[in-house]
């Protein structure tokens, strides 16, 4: 019993997919190009796209509500940097109880629309002592340290394929890119890898110890299953992390959420203008 509530039921899945997408289509004639999750203290990117439709998760069929307060819960169609995006204001994270199936299937959808990139941004502890508060990261890779993975369960072959290959999961391309933009717009970025955790709580010492050996620069509690799931419908995915907080095991401090959203809200104009000026070369 103790199992199901990991594995994904699959029942329906792509029906559901299939009315979401038919009650979105019905109400806009948009076919967006790059979907765009904006993580914890990062949303105002949407406030950048001229917008064409807004979309109350409440309304939309299928769609989980997010119950985090710094997330607004809309997806947001329109353009920005000359695209066709659609962002979701507000992600779904597994430590809200959400099944992974419910935190991805806002993803899945936007496959369906047409988007064949995906650009996640979110707040993350940087384990990499090098790094700095307020440090903007493009991910390279990832662990998936959840104990947990969106893909468990009967395999929907229209979506992808039983056993996707893990060996790009962050496109090369649109590191790149992202690198050449960020010259471009002169803010600075790093490159790491991002260790996804479940939360809620924080790590403790040991765990930022044993992430660091890991090989892991940042660690945060969503991304990894949005991600695994667009690289199963073959997406292109660019991943960016803002440092929120140091996680120095030897010289760690109580760490407040409200620090955290507060650095992320700063970086957010940095981190907007670098996503802008990357799509743009998209
Ligand atoms: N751990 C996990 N998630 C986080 C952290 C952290 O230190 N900082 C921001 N998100």
Same mark, same amino acid.
């Given at each position: 019993m103790a199992m199901k509530r990991f594995c994904r039921t699959k029942t329906g899945l792509m029906e559901n997919i299939k009315e979401c997408v038919r009650f979105i289509r019905k109400k806009a004639d948009f076919n967006?190009? !790059?979907? *765009? !999750?904006?993580? /914890?203290?990062?949303?105002? *990117?949407?406030a950048r796209i001229k917008p064409a439709h807004v979309f109350s998760y409440e309304k939309l069929p299928h769609f989980p509500h997010s119950t $985090?307060? =710094?997330?607004?819960?809309?997806?947001?169609?329109?353009e920005l940097a000359g695209k066709k995006v659609a962002a979701m204001e507000g992600r779904f994270h597994f430590y809200e109880g959400y099944s992974l199936e419910e935190v991805t299937f806002a993803v899945r959808v *936007?496959?369906?629309?047409?988007?064949? !990139?995906l $650009?996640? =941004?979110?707040?993350?502890?940087?384990?990499?002592?090098?790094?700095?508060?307020g440090e903007i990261v493009l991910i390279d890779d990832h662990i998936n340290f959840m104990g947990v993975n969106p893909l468990v369960g009967p395999n929907e072959e229209k979506?992808? %394929?039983?056993? %996707?290959?893990?060996?790009?999961p962050y496109s090369r391309r649109l590191i790149d890119i992202a690198s050449k933009a960020s010259a471009e717009v002169k803010v600075p970025v790093r490159k790491g890898v991002y260790i996804g955790v479940t939360g809620p709580c *924080?790590? /403790?010492?040991?765990?930022?110890?044993?992430?660091?050996?890991?090989?892991?620069? +940042?660690?945060?509690? =969503? /991304? #990894? %299953?949005? $991600? !695994? #799931?667009?690289v199963h419908m073959g997406m292109e995915v +660019?991943?960016? =992390?803002? $440092?929120t907080d140091i996680c120095d095991p030897d010289h760690l401090e109580p760490c407040d959420i409200q620090e955290i959203i507060k650095t992320a809200n700063e970086a957010g104009p940095k981190l907007d203008k670098l996503i802008t000026a990357a799509i743009k070369r998209f």
């Open positions: 967006p190009e !790059i979907a *765009l !999750i904006l993580g /914890t203290g990062l949303g105002n *990117l949407a $985090v307060r =710094s997330h607004k819960g809309q997806l947001v169609f329109g *936007l496959r369906e629309l047409g988007s064949k !990139i $650009v996640v =941004s979110n707040a993350a502890g940087g384990l990499n002592l090098g790094y700095r508060k979506l992808g %394929p039983r056993f %996707p290959d893990m060996c790009e *924080l790590e /403790t010492r040991a765990e930022y110890r044993m992430m660091r050996n890991f090989g892991a620069d +940042l660690v945060g509690m =969503s /991304t #990894v %299953p949005e $991600v !695994i #799931v667009a +660019l991943g960016v =992390s803002v $440092v």
